[in-house]
């Protein structure tokens, strides 16, 4: 079965800084997705970034870039310029051919001013 | 457009009672999923819809869950019997069959089990 670690229940970080959130994964498959998820306060699941498993660039949408390390099963996530507004719940999930979404514990990120 | 929905927002019932939760999928979206979301368990898939039909319903976690889908639109996941550890958020997703690495989700329900 394929499950997804993230190792860092809490981070905080400061406005306008750099953070990484960490996520690693194991599968025996080659093809998959990786992604991360944002949940504020509110519950609502959002879509941050998703990355093919097929494709060696980095994804990045704006703020966010992602570290894919595919050899170690590695998916983090960076958030540039960090605003008030990133802070929530990050989960980093993985999807095999299929449907199905496998979630890590997720991370608390704090921003603070 | 309009998101996916979920109703109720929150419900508390009573150990023993039936509860059933609502989900409206985004318009035109034909894979719908539902999730559960608790302290214990983290988030965890529990059901996968395509159409009406379940092909994947790996995740209920016991004979009292089921879920179904009418119309290719509207599903309902229903508890019998809740117990105690039913209380978690149910999420619901959808997304466009051909992008089904692409799931929206909805705002979710709380459910409460006294």
């Known amino acids: 079965a394929q499950t997804v670690t993230q190792s860092q229940p809490e981070m905080s970080v400061q406005e306008a800084e750099t953070v990484t959130l960490s996520c690693t994964y194991d599968?025996?498959?080659?093809?998959?997705?990786l992604f991360w998820y944002k949940q504020p306060p509110s519950r609502q699941m959002i879509l941050v970034i998703r990355?093919?498993?097929?494709?060696?660039q980095n994804a990045t949408e704006n703020r966010f870039s992602v570290n894919f390390q595919k050899a170690a099963k590695s998916f983090s996530l960076k958030i540039s310029d960090s605003q008030l507004g990133d802070t929530a719940m990050y989960f980093c999930?993985?999807?095999?051919?299929?449907?199905?979404?496998?979630f890590g514990a997720g991370t608390i990120l704090r921003v603070k001013s | 457009g309009a998101g996916v929905s979920q109703s109720p927002s929150n419900k508390v019932t009573e150990k023993g009672k039936d509860v059933e939760l609502r989900c409206d999928p985004i318009s035109g979206h034909t894979a719908l999923y539902w999730y559960r979301q608790s302290l214990g368990q983290g988030l965890e898939f529990l059901i996968y819809f395509q159409g009406n039909s379940a092909p994947d319903k790996s995740g209920l976690p016991s004979d009292r869950f089921s879920a179904e889908r009418t119309g290719g639109s509207v599903s309902t996941l229903t508890i019998q019997r809740t117990q105690q550890e039913d209380s978690a958020v149910y999420l619901c997703?959808?997304?466009?069959?051909?992008?089904?690495?692409?799931?929206?989700f909805g705002p979710g329900t709380r459910l409460t089990v006294l």
């Open positions: 990355q093919e498993a097929y494709k060696q």
């Open positions: 999930a993985f999807m095999e051919y299929g449907n199905k979404l496998v």
């Open positions: 599968t025996s498959e080659n093809n998959y997705y």
């Open positions: 997703a959808s997304s466009k069959w051909e992008e089904h690495n692409e799931q929206f």
